[in-house]
């Protein structure tokens, strides 16, 4: 980075007037997924949800290469303007990341073995082909001829013909077939795995006490004879392969089509995308690998990797429900919010008290409620809401549909450009269209990622208005495992701004100047940076300086050196970061009244807290963005502040339980080696102390209602 963009303030305590360090995000994002394949080894963890944990590394991987690491190649192609763009060479990026991702490769092979050796001592085998008995042989060529033959249609692949299109992110087998009789004669096919169709994992018939399961790769390579009988062959060999492609879209500017049109051919592009990553099993014969190379063109560029006999490893996050209750992680009881047990209308409870739920450990049943409430009361004249992400049937779509029917104003901000749910979204905004709803396509140029509700009601002669504001998707599925808030008020001061932005979606030449609410891309990062400069100057006046801060990513350059100017002025500053962070703590003169750790659990920590204290008038604020150049510039985002006092005290003292934590806590430093944080005296689990912490202030309310 150039020194001139800096503070001047800041030469003063970097160490030895160097520029300020910073982590490469991509590096970074590497060690927050070797996080996750460590708990794959915690023996803390239950056995089945380590290996569960195997198949959430391999997705993550999957979409760092068709995300970031394809970006990196796209940079490639721009010659020697690339360093200006990053900072860094992309080359040398390139290289680093090949090689973190073999070593970690090989860290999952040796893990899944131990994984297999530990479901034995359970009494649950994972058998190949060449380990069936007698019985199991029969139950397996029935099933492939009943269940899996029918989605089967091998791909030849000929010396001289055209290679076969293969499909991002699916596995194939590439199999040899050596003619009888003919020296060196040698079909090709491709088979892909039918997993969107048939489960990666066949349960076989108990034996006795045993549980055995076998592969959908190992039924198909057991019943070759089966799909290949009309060749004559002497040996059928067949090895897994996997390619990745690059799944950025290229959306046209083009403004006599609409979005959805735009977003439509780009998808098809995305299909098409360029290969990012080949992974083949390391065992397959040299000369099958060179076929292949040859035949499908690949170089260096297309991060060539090994592998063990099994890939798409992020099946295993499917990893079929089976042996005792010990093996799994207990199900949580969602907390009912005493708030909505003594009330029957939600809405009655909302206009007393701002409502701060914290999924998942609250029910999301709160939110279904208040939406299907909404829905039916005669007093509702409309409903506001964005979404980003729904579930796969969603009731949130559902209660919007019940609404429209009943005769609301339904408006549904639908964002076409969510990553990898493009197609869904497209789906679900015309269902939503068809059904009475009215939906804007997101906001060119930026993309609405805010967590906003609004409901309008007419109570008497009173017009009142009720928002939502929260940190996740209105998606019922991913609240069971999401950790995330979400605030429910009639306070005015916050509804008039929600109802502000949402003017904004409808007219994007509407913007204000919001006093509560920060909202990028207009104002958020100057509030940020505003705040933190407010902490520089009382710590430098002698008044205590604290920032407390959690996110998923710290990745904005700018905002990365104002915390490291708050630091040098004697600010304290802790931070839980769950992924990628670029900020490098604890260096002397520069950052060393800095801590930082990262927590990965049962649940994914996907929630954003943000504490300063402000001369003693701390401010607490809730956000659905991180501190990212993308959330700051390129997104439509919402931060609140928690007004009410009670709710400010609950989420400082979340915050501190989670920063207490001592089990499940990495120190994020320079050298990334993400060693967990010592424990002394009592071991805190932040997840299990959340739930109990927020069980005991359920019943505390319950009392004060009684």
């Known amino acids: 980075m150039n020194e001139a963009i800096l503070p001047k303030a800041l030469y003063t305590c970097v160490m030895a007037k160097k520029k300020p360090k910073l982590l490469n995000r991509d590096i970074s994002w590497l060690s927050f997924n070797e996080r996750v394949l460590q708990e794959a080894i915690d023996k803390s963890v239950p056995l089945i949800e380590r290996i569960r944990f195997l198949g959430i ?80 042989q ?126 439509t051919r780009s998808l098809k592009g995305r299909r098409i995308g360029r290969i990012v990553r080949f992974t083949y099993d390391l065992s397959m014969p040299p000369a099958m690998v060179a076929f292949l190379t040859r035949k499908m063109k690949l170089g260096k560029e297309n991060n060539i990797s090994t592998g063990g006999r099994y890939h798409n490893f992020r099946d295993f996050m499917d990893f079929p429900q089976l042996g005792g209750k010990h093996l799994y992680y207990p199900k949580l009881q969602p907390i009912i919010h005493p708030a909505f047990d003594h009330e029957r209308s939600l809405f009655k409870t909302v206009s007393k008290n701002d409502i701060l739920l914290h999924f998942p450990y609250h029910s999301y049943s709160h939110i279904l409620d208040f939406l299907r409430e909404a829905s ?56 939503l269209q068809e059904e009475g709803v009215r939906v804007v396509h997101g906001v060119p140029g930026l993309k609405v990622h805010s967590k906003l509700m609004l409901v309008i009601r007419k109570e008497g002669k009173k017009r009142m208005a009720y928002a939502h504001i929260g940190t996740g998707n209105f998606n019922e599925n991913t609240a069971r495992i999401y950790s ?109 009244n800095i801590e930082i750790i990262s927590i990965i659990d049962k649940f994914l920590e996907h929630s954003r807290l943000f504490i300063f204290a402000n001369g003693g008038d701390e401010k607490v604020y809730i956000a659905s963005a991180d501190w990212m150049m993308r959330n700051f510039d390129q997104r439509s985002e919402v931060a609140v502040p928690i007004i009410d006092e009670a709710l400010r005290n609950m989420l400082r003292e979340i915050f501190n339980i989670q920063f207490s934590d001592n089990t499940k806590a990495r120190i994020i430093d320079e050298n990334q080696e993400n060693i967990h944080r010592p424990t002394s005296g009592k071991k805190i689990r932040a997840q299990d102390a959340t739930y109990a912490f927020l069980k005991r202030k359920a019943g505390d309310f319950s009392k004060k209602l009684i």
């Open 484 to 592: 995330d808030f979400s605030l429910l008020t009639a306070n005015p001061k916050i509804t008039e701004e929600v109802e502000d932005v949402f003017a904004f979606y409808n007219d994007n030449l509407r913007v204000t100047r919001p006093k509560q609410l920060l909202v990028a891309p207009f104002f958020y990062r100057k509030r940020i940076l505003q705040m933190i400069q407010k902490e520089i100057d009382d710590a430098v006046s002698g008044k205590p300086g604290y920032i407390h801060a959690k996110m998923n990513s710290l990745v904005d350059f700018e905002t990365i050196h104002k915390l490291y100017e708050a630091s040098c002025a004697g600010v304290k500053i802790k931070l839980i970061i769950r992924g990628t962070c670029a900020l490098v703590p604890g260096v002397k003169g520069m950052s060393e």
């Open 138 to 263: 029969t139950f397996v060529r029935n099933y492939f001829l009943e269940k899996i033959l029918p989605f089967l249609y091998p791909l030849m692949v000929s010396e001289t013909g055209k290679f076969p299109y293969l499909r991002d992110r699916s596995a194939y087998l590439f199999v040899r077939l050596k003619g009888l009789g003919i020296r060196d004669r040698y079909r090709h096919f491709l088979i892909e795995l039918p997993t969107q169709i048939v489960s990666r994992f066949i349960v076989l018939p108990d034996e006795g006490t045993k549980k055995y399961i076998i592969l959908l790769d190992d039924i198909i390579r057991f019943c070759m004879d089966e799909l290949f009988y009309m060749f004559d062959y002497e040996t059928a060999d067949s090895h897994m392969i996997k390619i990745t492609r690059d799944a950025e879209l290229d959306i046209e500017y083009d403004f006599s089509k609409s979005m959805i049109e735009k977003i």
């Open 57 to 136: 590394y391999a997705n993550n991987r999957d979409e760092f290469f068709r995300v970031r690491v394809a970006t990196l190649q796209r940079l490639l192609k721009l010659g020697g303007k690339h360093k200006e763009l990053i900072g860094e060479n992309p080359s040398k990026v390139a290289k680093n990341i090949q090689q973190i991702v073999n070593e970690q490769q090989g860290m999952l092979e040796e893990i899944y073995q131990k994984k297999i050796a530990e479901l034995a001592a359970e009494k649950i085998f994972l058998v190949d082909e060449t380990k069936l008995s007698t019985k199991q």
């Open 376 to 431: 039916i009361d005669p007093g509702v004249e409309s409903i506001s809401l964005t979404l980003y992400r729904a579930a796969r049937h969603s009731s949130v779509a559902n209660a919007l549909i019940n609404a429209a029917k009943n005769g609301k104003m339904v408006t549904v901000v639908v964002e076409l450009q969510a990553r990898f749910d493009e197609e869904a979204n497209i789906q679900l905004a015309q269902r």
